[in-house]
């Protein structure tokens, strides 16, 4: 997956754009720099290079990921919604999204984690929202 953007006159950084405007974390960011994912009018550029308005700035998420941080468990998920950025998923009440001490193999993001192996995805476990144990809801999966 790639991203582009056309950059404005009030735009001021690189950075800014990656957090403001797609909304990635100093994390991803970072991952994004050091795999040279970050481009500026099909150039490789570091995150602070200045920018002119009418660049065309491009950023590649496509590498793989390691989720080995979070246990596969075979469960059954209901999917409602699935495409290749995007997984919703229904939560039953009493499940947690997240592993815990307490829950360490049997949230939804450890079905989720082989449901990920099944169709040899390899991303990290990135729910979008976040439910409380006891509630019953849409959870959604950012695939990218």
Partial sequence: MKLEYIIKDND???KHILKEKFYMSDRLILKLKRNEKIELND???NINHPLTIGDKLTV???????NSNI???QMDLDILYEDEYLLIVNK???MPVHPSMK???NSLSNGVRYYFDKINLNKK???VNRLDKDTSRYSYFCKE
């Fill in 43 to 45: 150039v490789v550029v």
């Fill in 12 to 14: 001021t950084t690189i």
């Fill in 125 to 127: 476990i990135r729910p």
């Fill in 92 to 94: 039953s009440a009493g």
């Fill in 60 to 66: 590649f998420l496509d590498f793989e990921e390691d």
């Fill in 103 to 105: 829950y360490y193999t």
């Fill in 71 to 73: 246990i596969s468990n």
